[in-house]
């Protein structure tokens, strides 16, 4: 079993729903994204798949999150902003732009250096 890892970021704000605490004010963060995928075979060039469009794809899940207000975004009107449901958005997403031989192993959301949500389908 082959993995690649790659890690990028994105910024916006959100405000949970149900949570009593400063989170439920609008704040915002500067998340970390890493995401963790899996095959078995590589391809003639001996790759799982390439680094560039593993993150091109990515970018393409990140962009319509970056610098928005999470809980405008259809997803989030359902699914409170967690980092969990972060991870769930970028996962099913992702999922649907890879090719089917690549599985997504994880995703993690970074909040912040200290703390950290994943997703393990």
């Not at 998340?31 to 469009?53: A, C, M, R, S, Y």
Request: charged content about 30%; aromatic content about 10%.
């Amino acid at each position: 079993m082959f993995e690649i890892k790659i890690i990028d970021e994105f910024s916006a704000a959100h405000r949970l729903r149900n949570y009593k605490g400063k989170c439920e004010n609008l704040h915002g963060h500067n998340w970390k994204i890493e995401v963790i995928v899996e095959g078995e075979n590589l391809d003639k060039t001996g790759l799982l798949i390439d680094f560039g469009i593993l993150r091109k794809k990515l970018k393409e899940v990140l962009t319509p999150l970056d610098h928005k207000n999470l809980n405008s975004i259809p997803f989030f009107r359902k699914n409170n902003p967690t980092s969990e449901n972060i991870a769930v958005y970028i996962y099913k997403n992702l999922e649907r732009v890879l090719d089917k031989k690549i599985r997504i192993k994880e995703i993690v959301v970074w909040e912040n250096e200290k703390q950290s949500a994943s997703f393990k389908p």
